[in-house]
Nanobody, 120 residues
Framework: QVQLVESGGGLVQAGGSLRLSCAAS????????MGWYRQAPGKQRELVAR???????NLADSVKGRFTISRDNAKNTVYLQMDSLKPEDTAVYYC??????????????WGQGTQVTVSS
């Protein structure tokens, strides 16, 4: 079955950087679109960034110019580079895998999440 394991979360000061990684198994990774979502306390899970199997990307307006999503098909891994972090970026970040190569709707599979905390 599909398994997604996130890593790289932690505590960072405002203006700092973190890189999240998500290692996938149980699928032909190169054929799947991947995404990063986040959920802050008391809020709904929201899209952060997505990348199709064609490497086309889509980022939320709130992170454009600060975050970058990328993928390494040889390592079955998707990354989220987060720069110029703000306290409002504090959330649990989830990796998602789409069965399709396109990122339509919500992912079909989710990781367990990794906490990102940005202090002011």
């Amino acid at each position: 079955q599909v398994q997604l394991v996130e890593s790289g979360g932690g505590l960072v000061q405002a203006g700092g950087s973190l890189r999240l990684s998500c290692a996938a198994s149980g699928s032909i990774f190169s054929r799947n679109a991947m995404g990063w979502y986040r959920q802050a306390p008391g809020k709904q899970r929201e899209l952060v960034a997505r990348i199709a199997s064609t490497y086309i990307t889509n980022l939320a307006d709130s992170v454009k110019g600060r975050f970058t999503i990328s993928r390494d098909n040889a390592k079955n891994t998707v990354y989220l580079q987060m720069d110029s972090l703000k306290p409002e970026d504090t959330a649990v970040y989830y990796c998602g895998l789409y069965r399709s190569g396109l990122y339509n709707g919500r992912p079909d599979y989710w990781g367990q999440g990794t906490q990102v905390t940005v202090s002011s």
